[in-house]
């Protein structure tokens, strides 16, 4: 049964769709994650949950219960909804103790005293701050100060986290850390999370299921394997990991990599009914192709143009004509130098049509 529905959700402001008709099934105890690029509507999402933002249009419930609906003039302030939050800049209270941070929101609320002691210790700790709880979060290091804002939200034993970019201010070793203690947590704790990331390899790290979203419109919902693996559309394909498009155009019902007169033949070649399409594009990832030898049937004749050392891996960049593609290899593996002319096989590809 889902948990958390959202359901037709619109947010516009002014003339600007930041949401558009948002529809979204989270279960209990799932982490789902939204990516998009800047400006796509994340946070309004988050905060449309919360209820810090009031929608155009829409409904928003947890279990059977009616967050917010315009139509039904109904508005649940966000003190009343039993989520946690945590957001970007780490907002903690330099002037309190760690653990008065961490027990305001139970104040706030006029939970009991002994509650309130109980429950922000249990935080403290499930967080590895309780030697810290009488100082002041301000000496904390940035993961330390991460880790207030996370108990603070666990605090209140929400059913659901909010966390909108709670790592970005990190170090990439220390994200790394924390996101396994994010991913513990809920383990312990069971409540669900929305998850917002800049961040692919976190939100396929954590999540159960990714939202991909573009301009306010939701493109895919899915697994990380799927997302990855069966992109809903080209966006999806260049948004999530590294890809490699070229443009391809027919000419005597064959066709060539645009600007070029390298073909695609054979089992590489696109269907009759897409050749000479508008905005006709073979896409691939950089790890998805490799260096044959010369004739080796549907493989492209290229010049390698770079060769990067990245320490695990090997970056080429192959040209053809005007056109260029990344190839990743494995530090091993030994290929082509630049200036060299190199045969490339891609072991999967896709075909896209038209602007996007
Ligand atoms: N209070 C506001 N008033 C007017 N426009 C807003 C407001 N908040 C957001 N917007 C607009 O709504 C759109 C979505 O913004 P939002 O902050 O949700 O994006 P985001 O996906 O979180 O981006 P980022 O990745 O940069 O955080 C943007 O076009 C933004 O300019
Ligand atoms: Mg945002």
Redesign the pocket.
Known sequence: MSYIRLVDVTKQ??K?T?VDKLNLEIEKGECFSML?P????????LRMVAGFEDLSDGEVYVGDNLLSSPKKKYYLPPEKRNFGMVFQAFAVWPHLSVYENVAFPLRIRNVEAAEIDKRTTEALRATNLLKEANNSPANLSGGGKQRVALARALAINPDVMLLDEPLSSLDPHLREEMRFEIKDLQKKYGFSIMY?T?DQSEAMALSDRILVMKL?VVQQIDTPFNVYNNPANKFVFSFIGLSNFLNVNAANGKAFIAGSEVEIAGALAPKAEILGADGLTIATRPSEISFVSEGTPDSLRGVVTRKAFLGEIIDYQVKFGDQEIRVQKGRRDIGPEVGENCSVAFSRHFWYTGEE
């Open positions: 402001f002014g600007v930041a998009g800047s400006g796509c509507g994340k946070t309004t999402t917002v800049h306010g």
